[in-house]
């Protein structure tokens, strides 16, 4: 049973930085593409990255791009998102997941609990 546990979520004040983990376990991140989501009060869930599991291949939201950065640590299971440049806009909570390399919520079969990313303007 694949499980993915979020953390590094915060307050931060706009035009700062966080950066958020993912720790799967019982897989690897070798196994799964993982990816980013976020979804804040009242809206959808939205994709933000997502990376391949090769590591070769990432894509971003024309939201973040140029902002956020996915990365993996392979040796720790480990998955990060290193948001810069943090907007208002972006308070939401982020959920990582495992699964499909899209955009799409429904191509991934495994969630994290998600982290509370507050950004105060």
């Known amino acids: 049973q694949v499980q993915l546990v979020e953390s590094g979520g915060g307050l931060v004040q706009a035009g700062g930085s966080l950066r958020l983990s993912c720790v799967v376990s019982g897989g690897t991140t070798s196994t799964y593409n993982i990816g980013w989501f976020r979804q804040a009060p009242g809206k959808e869930r939205e994709f933000v990255a997502a990376?391949?599991?090769?590591?070769?291949?990432?894509t971003y939201a024309d939201s973040v791009k140029g902002r956020f950065a996915i990365s993996v640590w392979s040796a720790k299971n480990l998955v990060n998102l290193q948001m810069n440049s943090l907007k208002a806009e972006d308070t939401a909570v982020y959920y990582c997941a495992a699964g499909g390399l899209t955009s799409r919520p429904d191509d991934y079969d495994y969630w994290g609990q998600g982290t509370q990313v507050t950004v105060s303007s």
């Open positions: 990376i391949s599991r090769d590591a070769a291949h990432t």
